[in-house]
């Protein structure tokens, strides 16, 4: 149970693990995610699910090496087994709750930035199989940080970015919006997820738009159960958790600058280091 099936280098320092997880794989859903221990002694650690076969019962993880525990998964070699798996947990991404043919009229765009790219793609494969084909910006520093660009490629419209124009347009995400709504394209929401950074601006950028925008605040995560409360996260003026209310929130309305200040008090921290709370391993 909760064995690696297969285990491959996206990226330098980025693994993508399928992981033997029937019950649920049943029940998984895009956006939400799951905790791993290691073994008996090891972290909490949450983790997006990045993808789910039903048939097979298998959930696909992509986590990046940086801190202790992170590191401590990557080791893991395929046939080995996960002490333990929980989930599926948090709240469903928002287009699952909308009415079909009203999901069908939307035109939809997903920003993804670093390994923000697992987590986005298992949204645009729902969309895919109903209907609707997104367009999804892919941002990295250099083209070798990307990951997951050919399986979006097979489900939605992709954008490619990077700092150093290496591959696609040349900077940030922020700037590739604006390119597109320069364009004449037209978007009715658009869904974020990546460094805090690139979400408080791809926000903003989408707010001169008029753009309805939902971020990802999963990187916050720690326990996943909301009682840590490591987690806690302002918006609109209120205290929300985000493991448990989230991960999902209207980007317009979120205080990122509370948010990095309470992922900087971790920094110095060699077990809670939220450099490695990427969007796909919160741990570290």
């Known amino acids: 149970m909760y064995t690696i099936v297969s ?3 996206l990226a330098p320092r980025i693994y993508e693990m399928v992981v033997e997880a029937p019950r649920i794989a049943r029940s998984a859903q895009p956006g939400q995610f799951l905790i791993v221990r290691t073994d008996k002694q090891g972290e909490r650690i949450p983790l997006t699910i990045c993808d789910y076969d039903r048939t097979r019962g298998t959930v696909t993880l992509v986590i990046q090496e940086i801190g202790i525990s992170s590191k401590k998964i990557c080791d893991m070699k395929e046939g080995e087994a996960f002490a333990d798996v929980a989930g599926p947990l948090g709240r469903p991404s928002d287009l699952l709750e909308m009415p079909l043919e009203e999901l069908r009229k939307q035109r939809i765009l997903f920003v993804a930035g670093g390994v923000g790219t697992a987590p986005v793609y298992p949204q645009v494969k729902w969309l895919k199989e ?38 696609g347009f040349h900077g940030m995400v922020t ?11 037209e978007f009715d929401r658009c869904i974020i997820i990546g460094p805090m950074i690139m979400m408080k601006f791809g926000s903003l950028t989408t707010k001169k738009y008029g753009i309805p925008t939902v971020v990802s605040l ?21 205290t929300r958790f985000t493991c448990v209310e ?8 979120v205080d990122y600058d509370e948010a990095m200040r309470r992922q900087a008090m971790y920094k110095n921290n060699p077990k809670t280091n939220p450099e490695t709370h990427t969007c796909t391993c919160h741990g570290n």
């Open 7 to 9: 285990k491959r280098l």
């Open 130 to 167: 109903q209907g609707v084909e997104a367009d999804v910006i892919i941002g990295a520093k250099t083209r070798d940080m990307f990951s997951y660009v050919e399986e979006m490629k097979s489900v939605g419209r992709v954008h490619l970015c990077t700092d150093d124009g290496s591959e």
């Open 175 to 185: 700037g590739l919006i604006d390119k597109l709504m320069e364009e004449g394209r």
């Open 218 to 238: 999963n990187a916050l995560m720690v326990d996943g159960t909301g009682m840590c409360g490591a987690c806690r996260v302002t918006v609109d003026g209120k």
């Open 246 to 253: 989230g991960p999902e929130f209207d980007g317009h309305l």
